[in-house]
């Protein structure tokens, strides 16, 4: 584990990046001069500067000393180990960015491992149908590093960011808010795009700054009351199969996923976000649902960015991992309003997550069905169709 030398915090091996606070990490890996690595030889300390690794080199000699290795001792009733022991059982790790131009021979097998096969996503806002101008936001970043050498040993990882707010506080307020925190957010979240996603602490540090940003233009601005500035924050952070999403205030993420299970199809649609509002406040105080919905004030927002200070505001933050085609929907209050999610999913949603219907058709035809049905507010979708695989990679003959 690698120690970060600003906030202290433990990082995984390799990090370049502190996952919590954003510190360049200065790697040091300690080897003690008298550990036996190959055999009966002690590596020694050398000044010489460090060459390229020679795999094919480095597999043989294994090899040779697995074989040296059977000739003293009885394994079942052989007499010696198959040539193929070596690679099977010997536990190896190579890091695929460091070995991408090594000559090599062999024919190298990857242990079948789930990996993220594919990432598909759009995203669109639209002003409604009873609007004069929109004060929503969306952002969608995606990212795929790709690995490709001589060796034809290949790495390819995704990441994606997707950001969604709902502005409010007027004209020149809400469509102000959003895009101020869009791109704080944006901003925020580069330095971690090389190792892994930040971790919990760091992702409440982004949201927070996002926040006091737009508090501190309310307060140079004198903005009062209703005047006040504000945005709605849903984030949905993606790398490889680890996922992380973030949210204040009333606009959603849905997931709709589709397990089979000794044959039967399971499809299901889940809201993975839980809105800021005063409903769900009286639930949590220990009031019945039916008195808590008749209040005026149920979908009041209890948390929104911009209006109160960062101490004042509790981001919902939650980690996961990808373990089956899934996809995602953030969407502002415009669109998911009166049920419209939860009623039409199955036929917008779910064809879409089984490819019946192209990806940015389907989000057209949810635009479409969220003025038709609500049409009162600013609407904006972003779908995120994810598809992990368990494939296993084989590199053959490789030259």
């Known amino acids: 584990m690698s120690i970060c030398p600003s906030c202290k915090a433990v990082n995984p091996d390799n990090h370049q990046f502190c996952q919590f606070c954003g510190t360049k990490i200065a790697v040091e890996i300690a080897v003690d001069p008298t550990l036996n690595l190959l055999g009966d030889v002690a590596i020694q300390p050398s000044s010489v500067p460090t060459r390229p690794l020679n795999l094919e080199s480095v597999l043989e000699e294994i090899k040779i000393q697995v074989k040296d290795l059977a000739s003293s001792q009885v394994v ?8 193929e022991f070596a690679l099977e059982e010997l536990p190896l790790e190579f890091n695929l960015e460091d070995f991408a131009d090594v000559e090599s021979e062999m024919t190298m097998i990857i242990s079948s491992t789930m990996h993220l096969q594919e990432l598909a996503y759009a995203g669109k806002t639209h002003v409604g149908m009873q609007r004069d101008r929109n004060e929503d936001d969306f952002v969608t970043i995606f990212q795929t590093r790709s690995i490709n050498g001589k060796s034809q040993i290949r790495d390819r990882s995704h990441r994606g960011l997707f950001v969604l707010c709902d502005g409010m506080g007027g004209h020149e307020g809400g469509e102000v808010a959003s895009a101020i925190a869009i791109n704080s957010i944006t901003e925020q979240f580069r330095p971690f795009w090389i190792d892994t996603l930040p971790g919990e602490k760091k992702i409440n540090e982004i949201i927070c700054k996002a926040n006091q940003q737009i508090f501190a233009k309310n307060e140079s601005e004198k903005r009062q009351s209703l005047g006040r500035m504000g945005t709605t924050l849903v984030v949905l952070a993606i790398h490889d199969l680890d996922v992380v999403i973030a949210h204040v205030g009333d606009s959603r993420i849905y997931k709709v996923t589709n397990s089979t299970q000794e044959l039967k199809s399971e499809p299901k649609l889940e809201q993975i976000t839980r809105d800021h509002e005063v409903l769900n406040q009286l639930i949590d105080l220990g009031v019945e649902i039916e008195v808590a919905r008749a209040r005026p004030d149920a979908h009041q927002l ?11 505001i509790e981001p919902a933050i939650e980690f ?19 049920d419209v999610v939860e009623d039409n999913w199955r036929s917008h949603l779910l064809p879409i997550l089984n490819k019946e219907t192209d990806l940015r058709r389907g989000l057209d035809n949810l635009i479409e069905l969220g003025n038709n049905v609500n049409g009162h507010d600013n609407l904006t979708a972003i779908l995120v169709l994810c598809e992990p695989s368990t494939n296993s990679q084989k590199y053959d003959d490789i030259k």
Do not use: I, K, V, Y
């Open 320 to 338: 996961f991992t990808l373990t089956e085609p899934t996809l995602f929907l953030l969407c502002s209050d415009g669109l998911c309003d009166n």
């Open 76 to 83: 079942s009733d052989t007499e010696e180990f198959p040539d």
């Open 302 to 312: 209890t948390q929104a960015l911009g209006p109160n200070p960062s101490d004042r």
